[in-house]
């Protein structure tokens, strides 16, 4: 049986435990939604106050070129492409993750289109995250393509001759079920399809090697793991090969090769630039920046191996803990066991009352979210940058408190607002 003395004791040992001082975390709240939108850095108010007040205010215009505005897309890129296994200039941060999809699968589907024209589907995962499908929707009505969504353990068998592009999500955000990026890619290439991976959950939440996957397109999120703020830009990888390929449909000034010489005529920028589209959010990306610093911060205590390490083990305890002091409250497990297939959430299952439970913890200070479906799911995320051990018992206590009290009956937790 595990003890509060032995999480104590695992707080203490933890060699990441100083990276949370890095973060603004509200007094008597355990925060594990982090993979849904990542907390405060504590740097980073003054960092933006900066940018405001010095950079716009002072600088006005000049500071495109002198405080590096301009090439804030690439800059931020390359710190996401340590997390990514891409290299220097082949990441850039822009858009939202719906955008960039649509850029990166639209290309896909011409070079498709272009090479191996008897190719006409795309396949992705019928648990996919919604937008995902509608972009796949969306594009497959325009292009005449058509979209077939499987369960996870067809797809290998699904992809045969007809297949375009394969379009996966690397860790599931309901299950946090995570796909063998390397052999699922491995396998859909050899088939002949285009492999497009959506990185939401697993930009530095799980060590990700797009170039030993030889992936051929990626897209990620800023606002999760990365810890960018609300609605902070995401991001776009694209293998070397396919970089120069044709142009991305949202063929914009800020991707043009020459964008200051004002021709009439669109000419793409080389590499992934071309990948942007108009004038960026610079207060954002100075943002998205700052949160990506957290992360670059944990490299000299062993980078994304230790935080893997540590969220397995975070993970690990709640699994354990939520089996030895929930049993019998009809809880399940949606999250696999498997280390290999688990990204750094948990989710269980109930048939009944699961979006009361979470409305009773978020009462308490436990901050987790629901997630509709069949079964419902109660969804913990466990950034390993911040979170203790401590915290996880603390959230399995409340959490036993919420279900033996039969807390989350009450008529203010059965209210359900816009915003699970
Ligand atoms: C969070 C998430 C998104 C979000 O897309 P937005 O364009 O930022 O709204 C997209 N795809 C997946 C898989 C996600 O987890």
């Not at 959950?201 to 799980?206: E, K, L, R």
């Not at 942007?276 to 000299?300: E, H, K, R, V, Y």
């Not at 354990?320 to 497990?333: I, K, Q, T």
């Amino acid at each position: 049986m595990t003890t509060l003395q032995d999480c104590l004791r695992r707080d203490a040992d933890d060699p990441l435990a100083p990276l949370r001082e890095l973060f603004v975390l509200p007094p008597g709240v355990i925060y594990l939604d982090g993979n849904s939108l990542g907390p405060l850095p504590r740097a980073t108010p003054e960092r933006i106050a900066r940018a405001v007040r010095e950079e716009w205010g002072q600088g006005l215009i000049r500071s495109w070129n002198d405080a590096g505005w301009f090439e804030l897309p690439q800059r931020v890129g390359d710190k996401i492409a340590t997390l990514v296994g891409a290299r220097a200039g082949e990441v850039v941060a822009t858009d939202s993750t719906s955008i960039n999809l649509f850029k990166v699968l639209s290309v896909a589907l011409s070079i498709a289109a272009a090479d191996t024209p008897q190719r006409r589907t795309i396949i992705s995962e019928r648990s996919n995250f919604p937008t995902d499908l509608y972009i796949a929707e969306g594009l497959c009505r325009e292009r005449g393509f058509t979209l077939q969504l499987l369960e996870p353990e067809q797809i290998a068998a699904a992809v045969d001759e007809r297949t375009a592009v394969l379009m996966l999500t690397h860790v599931n955000y309901r299950t946090g079920a995570m796909h063998d990026m390397q052999a699922v890619t491995r396998a859909a290439q050899a088939a002949g399809a285009l492999v497009v991976w959506d990185l939401a959950h697993s930009a530095g939440a799980v060590p990700v090697d797009l170039h030993a996957a030889d992936a051929d397109f990626a897209v990620g999120c800023g606002y999760k793991y990365l810890n960018g703020g609300p609605g902070a830009p995401a991001f776009v990888w694209v293998h070397p090969r396919h970089a120069e390929r044709g142009w991305q449909p949202l063929s914009g000034w800020w991707g043009h090769a020459t964008p200051f010489t004002f021709t009439p005529n669109y000419q793409p920028a080389p590499g992934v630039g071309r990948y942007l589209c108009g004038t960026q959010p610079i207060l954002s990306l100075t943002a998205l920046d700052g949160g990506l610093d957290t992360l670059l911060a944990a490299q000299p205590l062993g980078g994304m191996t230790a935080l893997r390490r540590k969220s397995l083990a975070l993970t690990d305890l709640f699994i354990a803990l939520v089996e030895e002091r929930c049993a019998g409250h009809g809880l399940g497990l949606a999250t696999p066991r498997e280390h290999a297939a688990r990204g750094s959430q948990v989710c269980l299952t109930r048939e009944q009352g699961a979006h009361a439970i979470v409305q009773a913890l978020i009462a308490r200070g436990v901050i987790g979210d629901f997630r509709a479906g069949a079964p419902d799911i109660l969804r913990f995320g466990f950034p390993p940058l911040y979170l203790r051990f401590e915290d996880v018992w603390q959230a399995v206590e409340h959490l036993r408190a919420v279900l033996v009290e039969e807390e989350w009956r009450r008529p203010e937790f059965q209210r359900v607002q816009a915003v699970t």
